[in-house]
């Protein structure tokens, strides 16, 4: 059971990336996605949660607005648009995969504890 996260890089503020994350060895439609990010010394934070039917979302107040989740069920991939990116947003992102249901609606709580697969990580620097 493997995710591998990728998109990130360098951007000047009010700029977009887009993050991907691929599973492998999971059944991705009986999976909730959520991605977080982390700065280092600080807490790793909760951004955005997608359900396993993929029509329930969640966003952190941080990112509401301006950051859309999405998952592709045949491609076993989730994505993190990220468009209007502030200085603030530089961090390491991560997703990261908690068994639910078969396509439900459910949104896990989206905190650290509640997802056992993780990907490895993808650095956003945005510059002012």
């Known amino acids: 059971v493997q995710l591998q996260a990728s998109g990130g890089g360098v951007v000047q503020a009010g700029g977009s990336l887009r993050l991907s994350c691929v599973g492998s060895?999971?059944?991705?439609?009986?999976?909730?996605i959520s991605w977080f990010r982390q700065v280092p010394g600080k807490e790793r934070e909760g951004l955005s949660c997608i359900s396993s039917s993929g029509f329930n979302r969640f966003y952190a107040d941080s990112v509401k607005g301006r950051f859309t989740i999405s998952r592709d069920v045949a491609k076993n991939t989730a994505f993190l648009q990220m468009d209007s990116l502030k200085p603030e947003d530089t961090a390491i992102y991560y997703c990261?995969?908690?068994?639910?249901?078969?396509?439900?609606?459910?949104?896990?709580?989206?905190?650290?504890?509640?997802?056992?697969?993780w990907g490895q990580g993808t650095l956003v620097t945005v510059s002012s």
């Open positions: 060895g999971l059944l991705w439609d009986y999976y909730a």
């Open positions: 990261a995969a908690t068994r639910v249901k078969y396509n439900s609606e459910y949104i896990p709580p989206v905190n650290p504890d509640t997802f056992g697969v």
